[in-house]
């Protein structure tokens, strides 16, 4: 059987920063793929260069040189409009902080995205609530995010990144604020998704014990992925 071409592949890929005389080479030719339905941990020491490589596979950077393919498109010399679309439509991001509107519900939080992207407002409430039903979250749905607890707010945040369907959920830190056991409860949510919707998840974290439940591990060294066993 043929397997599945990558949700996200990155090829030799090179970021570096410019500070005043020096340069700082932080991605040294960095290969990565990603399949549909597979997680991924990215675990590395702070300053590795894990936030710019999750930056460089979200297309919110472009690589100094090197490739990013989401799906069959090769990105890195796209027009910005190009990239955007691409970004809106294929990429979901969850951060450390939820980043939740305040003034909005839950649901009005996972259906906002949904009619960014032109989808009819019953369609959109019907997927938000199926979404965060799915999350556990269906006793929720009216609740603004400061009467949610931490855990109920990183589930929303994580509905909100996949309620276009795309094909990549990166997610930085997602569970660093939160205490050990709602952090395990909101990491196993999301590796239940992932494998049920065959999205593919890259998720940086320091979390060695949540790492372990997800399909791969990997590490920056010296600008470069290395898999960890
Ligand atoms: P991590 O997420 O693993 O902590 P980062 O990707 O945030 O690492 O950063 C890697 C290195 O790149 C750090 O030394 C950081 O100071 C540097 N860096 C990141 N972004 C920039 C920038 N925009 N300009 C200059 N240096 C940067």
Same mark, same amino acid.
């Given at each position: 059987m043929m397997e599945a071409p990558p949700a996200l592949a990155l090829d030799r890929v090179e970021r570096r920063y410019h500070q005043g005389e020096a340069t700082l080479e932080?991605?040294? !030719?960095a290969d990565l793929q990603l399949l549909p339905g597979q997680s991924v941990a990215l675990i590395a020491? +702070? !300053?590795? !260069?894990k936030s710019t490589l999750l930056h460089v596979a979200g297309l919110l950077e472009k690589p100094d040189a090197g490739e990013v393919h989401v799906g069959a498109e090769a990105t890195a010399r796209m027009a910005d409009r190009r990239r955007t679309a691409i970004r809106r439509l294929h990429i979901g991001f969850v951060y450390q902080?939820?980043?939740?509107?305040?003034?909005? +519900?839950a649901l009005e939080n996972v259906v906002l995205p949904q009619l960014i992207r032109g989808l009819p407002r019953e369609e959109a409430r019907a997927r938000a609530q199926q979404l965060l039903e799915y999350l556990g979250l269906g006793h929720r749905l009216q609740h603004r995010p400061m009467e949610l607890s931490g855990g109920e707010q990183q589930r929303v945040a994580i509905a909100r990144a996949v309620a276009n369907a795309p094909r990549v959920l990166l997610a930085d830190e997602?569970? !660093?604020?939160?205490?050990p056991h709602t952090a395990e409860h909101v990491f196993s949510t999301l590796t239940t998704l992932v494998e049920a919707s065959g999205l593919a998840a890259l998720v940086a974290t320091h979390n060695l014990e949540l790492a372990k439940r997800m399909s791969r591990r990997v590490t920056l060294q010296e600008g470069r992925i290395v898999e960890l066993t």
């Open positions: 932080i991605l040294r !030719g020491p +702070s !300053g590795a !260069g902080f939820h980043h939740l509107l305040p003034e909005f +519900s997602p569970t !660093g604020n939160l205490d």
